[in-house]
């Protein structure tokens, strides 16, 4: 194990990132609180495996299914988002930037995916 210390410890970690996930599709916390405390988890885990042994890479392969969730959010919402005061910037729009508006609703469209595919 490289990032995780154990199976469990990666359920944890999981367990931890949907309940931010949700904390913020249900208004518990304002979006930009969401990203302080979600820390790009996808990316800062390395949930790709890009940094994982061969015990890892069997784990993230056993929780595909909950990581892509972190995937989604990683690529159609944080790669994406930009400070509410240039969202409406025509160069920013022009390149497919959206303020934390847009991207709380994005977040709320792939949260009722996951809930709908359970």
Same mark, same amino acid.
């Given at each position: 194990m490289v990032i995780f210390e154990s199976e469990q410890d990666m359920v944890q970690h999981l367990d931890m990132h949907d309940k931010i996930v949700f904390e913020c599709i249900n208004e518990q916390l304002d979006f930009w609180t969401f990203c302080s405390d979600y820390n790009n988890f996808y990316d800062y885990c390395a949930l790709d495996g890009h940094e994982s042994?061969?015990?890892?890479?069997?784990?993230?392969?056993? $929780?595909?299914?909950?990581?892509? @969730?972190?995937?989604?959010?990683? &690529?159609? +919402?944080? $790669?994406?988002?930009?400070?509410? @005061?240039?969202?409406?910037?025509? &160069?920013? +729009?022009?390149?497919?930037?959206?303020?934390?508006i847009a991207a709380l609703e994005k977040l709320k469209l792939i949260g009722r995916r996951v809930m709908h595919n359970k």
């Open positions: 042994d061969a015990e890892e890479l069997a784990l993230l392969s056993k $929780y595909r299914d909950r990581i892509l @969730i972190h995937e989604q959010i990683r &690529d159609q +919402i944080l $790669y994406k988002v930009c400070k509410d @005061i240039d969202a409406d910037k025509p &160069d920013y +729009i022009a390149s497919g930037r959206f303020g934390s």
